[in-house]
């Protein structure tokens, strides 16, 4: 009995390549089918290794050219020929590639820089008028610091100071008794009744100027420069009097202060009591008539301000007759 033949499974062919399904056709010999893939393309010339950037836009150039690429679809090895461009002409030539692997860059830090701010202005210099110092008060023998109130405007202006002789000093310049810091303000050393007056302040750019009078006052202590006696209105030497009783002897004292001081006689410590024989003119001048021998005394002339006293004393002798 002859037996059933069992049928052979058609084998697979070596060509075959993942994933596509098998061919309905018995395999035939791969010198029959294509096993091999050939493509003309573009490539960067040369293998290309990452490196570090120096930085994110130090990129790295490299040429394109056109090659031929030969895969083995069996073996999966690829080779590539060189060849000339016209092989490539269905594909459009990219130019020069600029690579760099921008994991290995260091990230520089995301800032925006400040606006920049709208320039001002230009406009000539102007003093605020409720800054200054209207009345400019000094102590005779002290040192005045006189500040300066910057007027506004731009470009910054230059200050400068006019004294009362006319002198003027800018800023980090000194004449004598006289100097300008570097802020513009004024120092007077050793200050002195001639001091007194008005200086200017003068602010100046190219856009203008503006100038500001401001009067200095100068206070000092009474200074008494004068002391005299005189007999029925006749001046006598020195600081003694001599006169006779029944006469009219004066004792004038001068002197000179700022604030104006207030003058008073004082009679063996005590204040001089004016009235009936004693008495005293618009001048300050003490006036006795008909003396008497116990008028004879040590008579003080005291005047004072302020800020400051002064004394000065004359003797009042009554002869006999």
């Not at 005047?303 to 007759?321: F, Q």
């Amino acid at each position: 009995m002859r037996g059933k033949t069992s049928e052979r499974p058609a084998p697979e062919s070596r060509c075959a390549v993942a994933g596509l399904k098998k061919p309905p056709t018995p395999p035939e010999p791969c010198n029959r089918v294509p096993c091999t893939r050939i493509e003309s393309i573009w490539e960067i010339v040369g293998d290309w290794e990452p490196s570090p950037c120096r930085s994110c836009r130090d990129l790295q150039t490299r040429a394109i050219q056109c090659v031929r690429r030969t895969e083995n679809l069996l073996t999966g090895v690829v080779s590539r020929t060189n060849v000339n461009d016209t092989a490539c002409t269905g594909y459009p030539k990219p130019l020069a590639k600029q690579i760099c692997n921008e994991n290995l860059c260091p990230v520089p830090p995301k800032f925006r820089l400040p606006p920049t701010p709208p320039m001002p202005l230009r406009r000539s210099p102007l003093y605020n008028r409720y800054d200054l110092r209207q009345n400019i008060v000094g102590i005779q023998g002290k040192t005045l610091y006189i500040d300066a109130v910057l007027a506004q405007g731009y470009p910054d202006p230059n200050v400068t100071w006019t004294l009362q002789n006319g002198v003027t000093l800018e800023a980090d310049e000194s004449l004598g008794r006289f100097r300008v810091f570097e802020n513009g303000t004024l120092r007077i050393d050793n200050v002195r009744y001639g001091d007194r007056g008005q200086v200017e302040t003068l602010a100046i750019n190219s856009e203008g100027e503006d100038r500001v009078i401001s009067p200095i006052t100068i206070y000092g202590a009474p200074d008494i420069h004068s002391l005299k006696g005189y007999r029925n209105y006749k001046p006598t030497d020195g600081s003694y009097l001599i006169a006779r009783p029944g006469d009219t002897v004066a004792m004038q004292c001068q002197f000179f202060g700022s604030p104006t001081p207030k003058g008073r006689w004082i009679r063996n410590g005590v204040p001089v009591e004016l009235g009936g024989r004693f008495k005293t003119d618009s001048a300050g001048c003490l006036i006795v008539t008909n003396v008497r021998i116990d008028d004879s005394d040590v008579y003080e002339c005291v005047a004072e301000n302020m800020i400051g006293v002064d004394r000065k004393s004359i003797k009042l002798e009554v002869e006999s007759k």
